[in-house]
């Protein structure tokens, strides 16, 4: 190779790194804003944290999960291939929320739930899950079915709505900042995750590359964690600050949505086939996780440390069955 290409490569890789750290410090950021905002918006309406969480956080760190659902059905229609892609990353971003974000959340702080919340929107996801593989079992998901799974978020998420709207009731205090800049604060926070997001994994994508790094690796470690870092960001973020409502909200939140929004939307575009077998799979190993959590998050102490590593540490050796079967 000439000097000359040595260089350009160089300078390649340079640009590269450089926006792969503004990537991060882009999460960091956006973190921060969404969390602060997300926080005003609580106290200044009285709203518990859990309910800004499952709501506002958790539908706009999900945004890039639906737009590639949407995508997908739009650009292939029937293509067997884009639908297991719809289908996976739906139920894989499902999974590293409770597993490798849970597990990293909790890691730095101890993480509790309140028993009636505990059954309440525990009881929904695994309803959610139970659905999604009832309608999928045969590997085809309708569009009747797609959009019986997107009614079922609308009324979930009408059901929170109301259930905020009866609890708030804004505070006098005149030092806290007025809910509608709040809300501004939260949206520009999500957009600069959602963006910091996309340029982070785009880098760290050809980078490995570059490095001539295998293709599973690529799409299973990178993009696959790419796809949970605004979740991550916002979790492991408000557990740090001792917001464990915030962090719980948001990952319950989002995978509720995560199973029922982005295979209702595609599925209601055009009907959904795919490979049976990842519901086989993907949707017990979810559940029986999604069980452990829940019983881990309603305990009196809650969950600590000790139980996180374990939880983490069940991901970790999924993804590891993961890659070895490729």
Same mark, same amino acid.
């Given at each position: 190779?000439?000097?000359?290409?040595?260089?350009?490569?160089?300078?390649?890789?340079?640009?590269?790194?450089?926006?792969?750290?503004?990537?991060?410090?882009g999460?960091?950021?956006?973190? +921060?804003?969404?969390?602060?905002?997300? *926080?005003?918006?609580?106290?200044?309406?009285?709203?518990s944290?859990?309910?800004?969480?499952?709501?506002v956080?958790?539908? /706009? !760190?999900? #945004?890039?999960?639906?737009?590639?659902?949407?995508r997908?059905?739009? &650009?292939?229609?029937?293509?067997?291939?884009?639908?297991?892609?719809?289908?996976?990353?739906?139920?894989?971003?499902?999974?590293?929320?409770?597993?490798?974000? $849970? @597990?990293?959340?909790?890691?730095t702080?101890?993480l509790?739930?309140?028993?009636?919340?505990?059954?309440?929107? /525990?009881?929904?996801?695994?309803?959610?899950?139970i659905?999604?593989?009832l309608?999928?079992?045969?590997?085809?998901?309708? =569009?009747?079915?797609?959009?019986?799974? *997107?009614?079922?978020?609308v009324?979930?998420?009408?059901?929170?709505?109301? &259930?905020?709207?009866a609890t708030?009731?804004?505070? &006098?205090?005149?030092?806290?900042?007025n809910p *509608?800049? !709040?809300?501004?604060?939260?949206?520009?926070? #999500?957009?600069? #995750?959602?963006?910091?997001?996309?340029?982070? *994994?785009?880098?760290?994508?050809?980078?490995?590359?570059?490095?001539?790094?295998?293709?599973?690796?690529?799409?299973?470690?990178?993009?696959? $964690? @790419?796809?949970?870092?605004?979740?991550?960001?916002?979790?492991?973020?408000?557990?740090?600050?001792?917001?464990?409502?915030?962090?719980? @909200?948001? %990952?319950?939140?989002?995978?509720?949505?995560?199973?029922?929004?982005?295979? @209702?939307?595609?599925?209601?575009?055009?009907?959904?086939?795919?490979?049976a077998s990842?519901? =086989?799979?993907?949707?017990?190993?979810?559940?029986?996780?999604?069980?452990?959590?829940?019983? %881990?998050?309603?305990?009196?102490?809650?969950?600590?440390?000790? +139980?996180?590593?374990?939880?983490?540490?069940?991901? $970790?050796?999924?993804?590891?069955?993961?890659i070895? !079967?490729?």
């Open positions: 190779m000439c000097v000359k290409c040595r260089c350009r490569e160089s300078l390649s890789l340079d640009m590269e790194f450089l926006a792969l750290l503004a990537g991060l410090a999460l960091w950021l956006g973190t +921060e804003m969404t969390i602060r905002a997300a *926080v005003a918006i609580a106290a200044r309406l009285r709203i944290e859990f309910i800004i969480g499952a709501v956080l958790s539908v /706009g !760190s999900d #945004l890039p999960e639906l737009m590639i659902a949407v997908a059905a739009l &650009e292939t229609l029937q293509s067997a291939q884009a639908s297991d892609i719809v289908v996976g990353s739906a139920l894989g971003s499902a999974l590293g929320n409770f597993g490798f974000v $849970l @597990g990293v959340a909790g890691l702080a101890s509790a739930l309140p028993r009636r919340l505990a059954f309440q929107h /525990g009881g929904m996801l695994l309803g959610s899950l659905l999604l593989g309608f999928g079992l045969d590997g085809r998901v309708s =569009r009747i079915e797609g959009v019986s799974l *997107v009614v079922v978020y009324i979930y998420l009408a059901v929170l709505l109301a &259930e905020a709207k708030a009731r804004p505070s &006098e205090r005149s030092g806290l900042v *509608v800049v !709040s809300l501004a604060y939260v949206l520009v926070g #999500l957009v600069i #995750l959602i963006g910091s997001t996309e340029l982070t *994994v785009s880098s760290a994508t050809r980078l490995a590359s570059s490095m001539n790094l295998e293709q599973s690796f690529i799409a299973i470690v990178i993009i696959g $964690l @790419g796809s949970s870092l605004p979740e991550l960001s916002i979790s492991v973020g408000a557990a740090f600050k001792r917001r464990a409502g915030l962090s719980i @909200g948001n %990952l319950i939140g989002s995978n509720v949505f995560d199973t029922l929004v982005p295979v @209702g939307v595609a599925a209601a575009i055009v009907d959904l086939e795919f490979d990842m519901l =086989r799979l993907e949707v017990p190993c979810l559940f029986i996780l999604s069980v452990l959590v829940l019983i %881990l998050l309603a305990r009196s102490k809650g969950m600590q440390k000790k +139980e996180a590593a374990i939880v983490l540490g069940l991901y $970790l050796g999924y993804v590891t069955m993961k070895a !079967s490729i």
